[in-house]
């Protein structure tokens, strides 16, 4: 089973408003991502979390938080965001991170609409 | 620097032709290769990877690559194309310190009948 699960499918919210993403996997692995991806576009890597610990950040702006409660568990806080945040966020996970050879696998994504 | 090519931004192939997609990667050392299709609206879902050992590499839904160091290429071929596999693919290498992929800009697979 190689499923990483995310929640909310779809979520609009006002530039006023805080909300989260979250995303869950029961594979054992133990790094987790976040990437945004624009129409038409690749992936881009936000945040990785290897052994429940934050090891990369893309210079996210602060508006995006991410926190990891425990090895299956991975939230994006949002907050203040701008139109152009609007995007499809995916989460990630692979046995693990920080050596090569990992299989990174991702959820089905969160499509975010700020208005 | 590492970096992911693909040539091709968009193709249509009719349903039953052969397949072929093509990347190109710049990366010193032997390189983690991966293909991810990407169905309008859904996530990223793994078709293949490379590691190491045998250089054609079987993966779902009846594709298949070819690593060629000579070359730096890891190309996606199918031997008849169905009009579900129309969607975007995306070729990856991993990154030197093993944290992420770097991805090229994906190849818009069209299929028509």
């Known amino acids: 089973d190689t499923e990483v699960t995310q929640t909310p499918k779809h979520l609009v919210m006002g530039m006023t408003n805080k909300k989260s993403l979250k995303c869950e996997q029961h594979?054992?692995?133990?790094?987790m991502y976040w990437y945004k991806q624009k129409a038409k576009k690749p992936p881009e890597l936000m945040f990785v979390?290897?052994?429940?610990?934050?090891?990369i950040n893309e210079s996210v702006p602060s508006r995006f938080s991410p926190e990891c409660p425990n090895s299956s568990l991975l939230n994006l806080h949002l907050h203040a965001l701008q139109p152009e945040d609007s995007a499809l966020y995916l989460c990630?996970?692979?046995?693990?991170?920080?050596?090569?050879?990992?299989?990174?696998?991702f959820g089905e994504g969160s499509w975010l609409t700020v208005v | 620097a590492q970096s992911v090519t693909q040539p091709d931004i968009h193709i249509t192939v009719s349903e039953g032709a052969s397949l072929e997609l093509r990347c190109n990667y710049s990366?010193?050392?032997?390189?983690?290769l991966f293909w991810y299709v990407q169905s309008p609206g859904q996530g990223l879902q793994l078709l293949l990877k490379?590691?190491?050992?045998?250089?054609l590499v079987q993966g779902i839904k009846g594709f298949e690559a070819e690593f060629k160091r000579s070359q730096s290429s890891f190309n996606l071929r199918k031997p008849s194309v169905h009009w579900s596999d129309a969607a975007e693919y995306f070729c990856?290498?991993?990154?030197?310190?093993?944290?992420?992929?770097?991805f090229g800009k994906g190849t818009t697979l069209s299929v028509s009948s």
């Open positions: 990366y010193g050392a032997t390189p983690y």
């Open positions: 979390y290897s052994y429940e610990k934050l090891s």
């Open positions: 490379y590691f190491s050992g045998d250089t």
């Open positions: 594979m054992g692995h133990r790094a």
């Open positions: 990856a290498v991993e990154n030197q310190a093993g944290t992420a992929l770097i």
């Open positions: 990630a996970s692979s046995q693990k991170g920080g050596t090569s050879g990992n299989t990174i696998y």
